[in-house]
């Protein structure tokens, strides 16, 4: 029985590499996703680096004792708008949740200071801020979910081997978790200063 002759041995060969090409744009569709979410994530930040300015303009004229706490929260607005995905998504990641912890610490802040607290602009400021506090929530878990698609799809067998052929690993995409901080139980007692 020679190669030529047997049309069965045509077809599994044929059946083998459209099942490698399947598997191969799935791994490629699955990492662009990856990529997608993250750059919608840093739509949604941006936004944030927006905002920060702005509230603690208004707020520097209320809050004088602040200024450690508002000098903080610029510097690590700049560090986090300095610092990407690409270049470090974890490093990206752990500013991110200081940034977050800072702002926590601001908010509660705001609370001592009945005047800022009812002035219409603050009032608009902290109201886009939740906004987008909730669209960056939900931009992290889609790129969490796909983070999860890719690590299934490099894991689990046969598109396993066709990742690790490729280069296509999940390392250089944390899951964005929460930060220790944020772990961390919320006393009531600072809302009620």
């Given amino acids: 029985m020679s190669f030529s002759s047997n049309p069965l041995l045509y077809i599994i060969i044929a059946v083998l590499v459209v099942f490698t090409y399947v598997l191969y744009v799935r791994l490629i569709k699955i990492r662009n996703k990856v990529n997608e979410s993250m750059a919608d994530i840093d739509v949604q930040l941006k936004k944030r680096y927006d905002l920060i300015p702005n509230m603690l303009q208004m707020a520097a004229k209320f809050m004088e004792h602040e200024k450690t706490l508002m000098t903080e929260l610029t510097n690590l607005r700049t560090k986090a708008m300095q610092n990407t995905f690409v270049g470090s998504p974890k490093e990206k ?20 200071y009945p005047d800022l607290k009812s002035n219409q602009t603050m009032i608009t400021a902290m109201q886009s801020m939740n906004e987008v506090e909730e669209h960056i ?22 598109s396993s081997l066709i990742a690790s052929m490729l280069g296509i690993t999940y390392e ?16 009531s007692a600072d809302y009620f200063k």
Avoid at 95 to 112: C, I, P, R
Avoid at 172 to 187: D, G, L, M, Q
């Fill in 137 to 158: 929530a939900a931009s992290r878990r889609f790129y969490n979910a796909n983070v999860n698609e890719l690590k299934n799809a490099v894991e689990i067998f046969p």
């Fill in 172 to 187: 250089k995409t944390p899951f964005f978790e929460v930060s220790e901080a944020e772990r961390k139980p919320i006393n």
């Fill in 93 to 112: 990641m752990e500013l991110e949740n200081l940034l977050n912890q800072k702002l926590q610490e601001f908010k509660v802040s705001l609370e001592n």
